[in-house]
């Protein structure tokens, strides 16, 4: 059965420092990747998604940036954090087609 | 472009009382529509779904009937528990978007004994 894995669960980081978060799929073969952000007591903001390997898709002008090195990974970044980056961070996935996606666990970013 | 409505929260309700979540869309074709809940601190799960008109999604006691006359898809639990307090959103999926949802705002439920 095909699982989705996102990582760290939880991370504090000072403004201005650099950001990677990391997402994973297991059990399919040339997902659609996607990465949201949930603002606290917000709904859900689509940030990037993703194809395939190498094509990235922004949603939102922003502070952060996408890629994809591996078909089954999809990497969130940034170069200098800001204040406003903080927030809960889902990574999705979705097979080709009219399929619904499937979530992870999020990333908790707080920013001091 | 397509958009998803759903009712203000937070809805307070008694431990085993009815419950509905009203959700309308906008759409052009015909899209799939979808419920996911959200457990406090977790990501989202997909709850329930129904990809063409009068389908009737339903997953552990929750239902939904995909009304295209209506362009409706209210979620209902004949009697909540406790463990059902979430943030419940309502989604939909067109044809050749790669995918993407478009999420209502969701709706926090807040059970109570």
């Known amino acids: 059965s095909q699982t989705i894995h996102q990582w760290p669960a939880t991370l504090v980081q000072p403004v201005g420092s650099p950001l990677s978060l990391e997402c994973t799929v297991e059990?399919?073969?040339?997902?659609?990747l996607y990465w949201y952000r949930q603002a606290a007591g917000r709904g859900l903001q689509l940030l990037f998604y993703?194809?395939?390997?190498?094509?990235i898709s922004s949603e939102v002008p922003q502070n952060l940036s996408a890629s994809r090195p591996q078909d089954r990974q999809f990497i969130l970044s940034s170069k200098k954090l800001l204040l406003s980056d903080s927030g809960f961070y889902l990574c999705?996935?979705?097979?080709?087609?009219?399929?619904?996606?499937?979530f992870g666990d999020g990333t908790r970013l707080s920013i001091l | 472009g397509d958009s998803v409505t759903q009712m203000e929260g937070p809805v307070t309700l008694s431990e085993e009382a009815f419950l509905t979540i009203n959700c309308t869309y906008t759409?052009?074709?015909?899209?799939?529509l979808f419920w996911y809940v959200q457990y406090p601190g977790e990501g989202l799960q997909l709850l329930l779904k129904?990809?063409?008109?009068?389908d009737k999604g339903s997953n552990k006691g929750f239902e939904a009937t995909y009304r295209k006359e209506t362009t409706s898809f209210h979620l209902e639990k004949g009697s909540v528990q406790v463990s059902d307090s979430a943030v419940y959103f309502c989604?939909?999926?067109?044809?050749?978007?790669?995918?993407?949802?478009?999420f209502g705002t969701g709706t926090r439920l807040q059970v109570t004994l």
């Open positions: 129904a990809t063409k008109a009068d």
């Open positions: 993703s194809v395939g390997i190498g094509q």
């Open positions: 059990g399919t073969s040339n997902p659609n």
């Open positions: 759409a052009t074709g015909y899209p799939s």
């Open positions: 989604a939909l999926l067109n044809t050749g978007t790669a995918s993407k949802l478009t």
């Open positions: 999705a996935w979705a097979d080709d087609g009219n399929q619904p996606q499937h």
